[in-house]
């Protein structure tokens, strides 16, 4: 029974009732009763109490506390993972190796070679950039050297490059072929992947359209005609390129997508670059073996004795497409590449970034049909990354490098780079079996001339032609002054006699102040930058490119009253620095980054500038110094690597014993007479130099002291003006790839014929043909000094 109710004991389930008399409204019979009121239940514990009315500030604190530690126990969880699953640091010896001296062939007694290449060979280019996929220094020179091949009649090129998707509708293209290739999915099962390959005809100097709407016929009738003439290109004036297209299963369905030239090395979203590379190399060495072997094409109307379909030399470019060496001699040392397999030339075009392109070997397994690292194979293995330049150098025939000198150099010891230990050994073994060479760059202006270029010409900014044809006049000599190539001597072995004109307009130096002035005009440079000498900087903004000298510099050009243009694409160097000196001198230092920029004034720029600066601290060829001379500018340049091939220190500085400050004006070996009656002078020149070098930080203020002072030298005299502009772009001209029979373009027929009469041998010889894997090394192994970790 319940307890009997007081009236100090509160009611059961705690409402309590009211002690007010219920109350009647007037009229009605309704009573109101007052509503009982609930208490609230005893509360165990005030700290967090749903019946407060706001939080405490040690409700806030407790909470923040609890957040912070998950916040750790998440970022110690994740970054205990990211440890364990992070590879191991790479260590890789240091060594010492022997120098052997370096051979180079000879191209005139070379009879063998003229033997095996008079009918012409097939030769493939593989490289990332071409023709209108150029982005740098690589597709320049494999477009003018496949360009100078196929003009020479003395080969049958082709290019094998990616199919970027920005040339769909710029270019007629033809289908070739669908072929298939396994890979691994993410199980480790090889499944099959089809692509399918692509060809345009690159034309090197597309004729003009010919726009014949009407013809008139000799009774003077007007016909229209309803379709324009075909025009025929010579074959010597054209190249197949055959373009590998994307996959039909993703993500390489999204291989190769790019909006323009400048993003042929990025990858889209889901597609990690290496497996882009992998990827490329080996669809484009099942495409080189198909068109090795692929017999069942040939029409059954073909002539009986006609030469089977067939490659004779595959040609490969840079370490992205080293791998294609090893598909290639896969299926060499299998047979499955025919009677007479191809031979295989890979040409390393830096000595730097080339040797650190790897990549991991789990992608490198993605692709392999066999499920671990053949022996062959594991030695360019270091940590979990396969340097790849290692492997093109290893199963290539042939091996080059892009500058003579610093190919003597490295085989002869005097050249330290980094990471050298990666390839030195197979260097050296190739070096010893007569299979490494030194070819330096050629070039091809017919592009970029400033006498020739489209905006140029639109503008009527565009380089005399009688200043054209006066280079042509002399041009003999420049050439075969660097056939043999002596940088010691400073003036030519017989003096240039330019016979200018005495109309203005036939000179340079008018064509480059009118491109001074467009630029003025279009607000790139300002009114005061007329009067200045204009120094142009062209390249990335990276740190082996020699920015770091551009705080000194820029100094000393202030100091000398000189324009400093900056036009470039951002890398490595931070460009806040560059900025920097933009802002602390806006009346002397302009900056261009953007691709837009680029495109918009690179060409003006070049046409307008009096000197260009290469201050780089590696440099393979020294592709921008050669392009600042052909537009009539002297180089400032620190000389390094390629460089020293080609440019030439101009004279010492002749200095006032009193005052020892600098004669002005400095004594020249030049003389100019004039035409009494024509007015037009002649210039006689014995002056060769067309660089201002410099090594440290006192040189280089001499380098640009002396560079201003020949400005203004030169700006007394309109004749002497043009005789240096000249001077600079005879130069130029004469490293093109003939250089009348002894030039880059016959020295890579000499190497074809070595590689193909090499590749003859060993294949007739015997079914398992030789190898340098084979050979026994004939390189004593070099005990470890030191480890060091590469990073990156």
Known sequence: MSPPLTPSSPPPNGISHSTKKPSFRKGTNTVTYAQP????????????????????????????????????TIALTLGYQWLHDLPPPIRISVRQFPSIPYQH???ASSTAARAILAKGATVYHVTKEFGPATMGGLGSVVTSLATAQQQSGHAEVAVVMPYYSFLKNKFDMDRVVDLVMDLRDKQGRLMPIEF???????????????????????DGTLVNNTRAPEIIIPHHARVPVYLIGPGNRNPFSQAFRCR????????????????????????????????????????????LLRQ??????????????????????DQRRLNNLGPNPPAIVYTMHDYLDELQYTNTVGNVLKFSEQESVHNDDASFIHGDRMFMSSIGIQRADMVTFVSRTMAANMVQGSLDFYLKELIMDQLLQKAQRHRFFGISNGLDFSHISPFQFDKLIARKLQFPEFADDLLHTNSNLTTASLASPSTSTLAAPTPWVWKMSAAPNDYVATAKDRAKRFLVRRKLLSDADLKRPLVLFVGRFQYNKGLAWFDAAVEHFIANNMTFVMLGQENNYPLAKLEQLRDKYPDHVHLLTTPKQHRQWSIFCRAAADFVFVPS????????????????????????????????????????????????????????????????????????????????GSSLQEAIRDAALDYQ?????????????????SHAMALNWDRRGLGPLHEYQHVYAMSMASNRRNYKSTKNPSCDMCLPRSLPAQKPKVETVVVG
Do not use: C
């Open 308 to 329: 089977p379909p067939h490659i004779d030399v595959v040609h490969i470019h840079g370490a992205t497409n080293a791998f294609v060496a090893k598909w290639l001699d």
């Open 105 to 107: 062939f000879d191209i």
């Open 37 to 72: 009121t609930r208490l609230p239940p005893p509360t165990s514990s005030p700290f967090f109490s749903k019946y407060d009315k706001k939080w405490r500030w040690w409700h806030l604190l407790s909470l923040f506390l609890g957040l912070v530690a998950l916040g750790e």
């Open 617 to 696: 601290q590696t440099e393979s060829f020294g592709l921008v110094a050669a392009e600042g001379m052909m537009f009539g500018a002297g180089v400032i340049s620190t000389g390094v690597g390629g460089l020293q091939e080609f440019l030439i220190d101009r004279p010492l500085m002749q200095l006032d014993p009193e005052t020892n400050a600098p004669l002005n004006p400095q004594p020249r070996r030049i003389r100019l007479q004039r035409n009494k009656t024509t007015k037009e002078p002649t210039v006689t020149s014995s002056e060769y130099y067309n660089a201002y070098l410099f090594k440290d």
């Open 713 to 729: 030298r030169l700006l007394a005299s309109k004749a002497l003006r043009e005789e240096y502009h000249l001077r600079m772009i």
């Open 196 to 218: 399918r390959v692509w060809r345009m005809m690159h034309v090197f100097d597309p004729p003009a359209p010919i726009n014949n709407t009407a013809t008139v016929l000799p």
């Open 260 to 303: 323009n030239s400048l993003q042929i090395y990025s990858s889209p979203r889901g597609l990690p670059q290496e497996w882009r590379d992998q990827y490329f190399a080996k669809a484009a060495a099942h495409f080189l073996a198909h068109q090795a072997t692929a017999v069942d094409e040939e029409s059954l109307f073909a002539p």
